[in-house]
């Protein structure tokens, strides 16, 4: 008799375990997961950005607003410009500049907006989006000096004796090793404002950098003592001009819908005018 009610108990647990699944119409574990980082976003309701902000007009801080608001710039502008055509809320993700990068290939989070250019290390680790800025008419990179060094250092063929700074995983950093034949010492730091810092305190002779943005350091600082190389520029390869965005490795339709935003903007020549306003506005702000 105590045999059987064991039998009867059984029989009852396996009909149950045959009608729950039954209802379950045999769905497995994460069918009901989005098919990709598109959907992925539109079903949470926000985008995470990152960006490294202490790239004026392109991302900076203004210390006058706090949380979210904080931070700035035409590359804020755009981000912001996705996650309203997505319909969703834009959150920035303020990272060091390696950080940026490391968090796209790996997949971290959704998009890196951080005047990223385009570099053959990168477009073999994430997506690159097609070019948003291409300002023809605007000085490419350079390099930023004290002023005492003026009549010696006229070009990077004359670093052999002077320690050079650039920001690690940039642009700026290709060209430093590339085509600067030789210099004493080279130095990497995560933001170019850290660069120009080291120039100005005499740690460092030349910074490498995007000669707008050395300028709008100048220009803020007043009596910094420091200047852009006239008439030098690295070369760039024309294929390979344009700011763009990273995207994770693989997520190809979210690469896709980015390039389609950044084609309304380009026809709108929105990112001109944003560029523009951030330009004026860091001018204000003394960065």
Not at 20 to 34: D, F, I, L, Q
Not at 165 to 184: F, N, R
Not at 210 to 219: A, M, V
Request: charged share 25%; with cysteine; aromatic share 10%.
């Amino acid at each position: 008799m105590k045999n059987f009610r064991w039998l009867a108990l059984l029989l009852t647990l396996l009909m149950v375990a045959m009608m729950v699944s039954a209802c379950g119409g045999g769905k497995t574990a994460g069918e009901n997961e989005p098919a990709n980082r598109l959907e992925a976003i539109k079903a949470r309701g926000y985008i995470q950005v990152a960006t490294e902000p202490y790239f004026a007009p392109y991302e900076f801080i203004d210390p006058a607003q706090s949380g979210s608001d904080q931070y700035v710039g035409a590359d804020i502008e755009l981000a912001k410009f996705i996650a309203e055509k997505l319909e969703v809320e834009c959150r920035i993700v303020p990272l060091e500049f390696p950080a940026v990068l490391a968090s796209i290939v790996e997949g971290k989070y959704d998009l890196a907006i951080s005047g990223l250019a385009f570099t053959p290390a990168r477009a073999e680790s994430m997506i690159l989006s097609k070019g948003y800025f291409f300002d023809e008419n605007a000085p490419g990179h350079g390099l930023l000096i004290r002023e005492e060094l003026a009549d010696k250092i006229k070009s990077a063929d004359d670093l052999a004796d002077y320690v050079v700074v650039c920001q690690s995983g940039s642009l700026q950093e290709l060209y430093a090793t590339t085509q600067i034949p030789a210099c004493k010492e080279l130095k990497r730091v995560s933001a170019t404002t850290d660069g120009f810092l080291l120039v100005q305190e005499g740690k460092a002779d030349a910074c490498v950098t995007s000669i707008p943005t050395g300028q709008l350091y100048i220009e803020a600082n007043e009596g910094c003592g420091l200047i852009i190389v006239e008439g030098f520029e690295f070369e760039t390869d024309p294929d390979t001009l344009g700011t763009r965005i990273g995207i994770p490795p693989g997520e190809t339709e979210l690469a896709d819908f980015v390039n389609d935003i950044i084609t309304e903007v380009l026809e709108l020549g929105l990112f001109e005018k944003w560029y523009e306003e951030y330009t004026d506005y860091a001018r204000t702000l003394g960065i």
